[in-house]
Antibody
Framework: QVTLKESGPVLVKPTETLTLTCTVS??????????VSWIRQPPGKALEWLAH???????SYSTSLKSRLTISKDTSKSQVVLTMTNMDPVDTATYYC???????????WGQGTLVTVSS | DIQMTQSPSSLSASVGDRVTITCRAS??????LAWYQQKPGKAPKLLLY???RLESGVPSRFSGSGSGTDYTLTISSLQPEDFATYYC?????????FGQGTKLEIK
């Protein structure tokens, strides 16, 4: 079955760079039209789409966060990595990865990982 | 970017009620709309896609409709397990923006 799992630090300091990894199973990142999105949710707030990457390496980023985000994949490890630079306390959120198909919506989601930004 | 505006932001209803949540896009999205249900501490769960197509395993009391810029999610007869927060998301163009959510509470 399809599963996704996020991993990374629980706590980061302001100005640091966050690196999150999404490890997938049940599908291959090399399959045509297959992709992974990253979405976050600050405590008590709405979902915010961050970025996605597809098997052909096509990438897209949030307009407001584009300068701080980088998404990449390692197909051999079944992993998608999201980095976010210059972290700030307002970036405290649960970060989710989710599977998507080209031109489509997230259908399977990871459980999410809470990242707190604090000195 | 396409802005997604959900209304209402919160809603109180009783078991058995029929409820409707609206999502309006700032431009036409050609039915490229998904609805999610989220319960506290859990990841969102896909309910509908392509505005009106029910995801496998989702009860038929959930339905979706709309076209162009205006879309609705309807729950025909609320069940206790339906009290949650609901989000719409457009996937017509990147960035794939979400609505701000509708919290459905028990009256």
């Amino acid at each position: 079955q399809v599963t996704l799992k996020e991993s990374g630090p629980v706590l980061v300091k302001p100005t640091e760079t966050l690196t999150l990894t999404c490890t997938v199973s049940g599908f291959s990142l090399s399959n045509a039209r297959m992709g992974v999105s990253w979405i976050r949710q600050p405590p008590g707030k709405a979902l915010e789409w961050l970025a996605h990457i597809f098997s052909n390496d096509e990438k897209s980023y949030s307009t407001s966060l584009k300068s701080r985000l980088t998404i990449s994949k390692d197909t051999s490890k079944s992993q998608v990595v999201l980095t976010m630079t210059n972290m700030d306390p307002v970036d405290t959120a649960t970060y989710y990865c989710a599977r998507i198909l080209w031109g489509s919506y997230p259908d399977y989601w990871g459980q999410g990982t809470l990242v707190t930004v604090s000195s | 970017d396409i802005q997604m505006t959900q209304s209402p932001s919160s809603l109180s209803a009783s078991v058995g009620d029929r409820v409707t949540i609206t999502c309006r896009a700032s431009q036409g999205i050609s039915n490229s709309l998904a609805w999610y249900q989220q319960k506290p501490g859990k990841a969102p769960k896909l309910l509908l896609y392509a505005a009106s197509r029910l995801e496998s395993g989702v009860p038929s009391r959930f339905s979706g409709s709309g076209s162009g810029t205006d879309y609705t999610l309807t729950i025909s007869s609320l069940q206790p397990e339906d009290f949650a927060t609901y989000y719409c998301q457009q996937y017509y163009s990147t960035p794939h923006t979400f609505g701000q959510g509708t919290k459905l509470e028990i009256k």
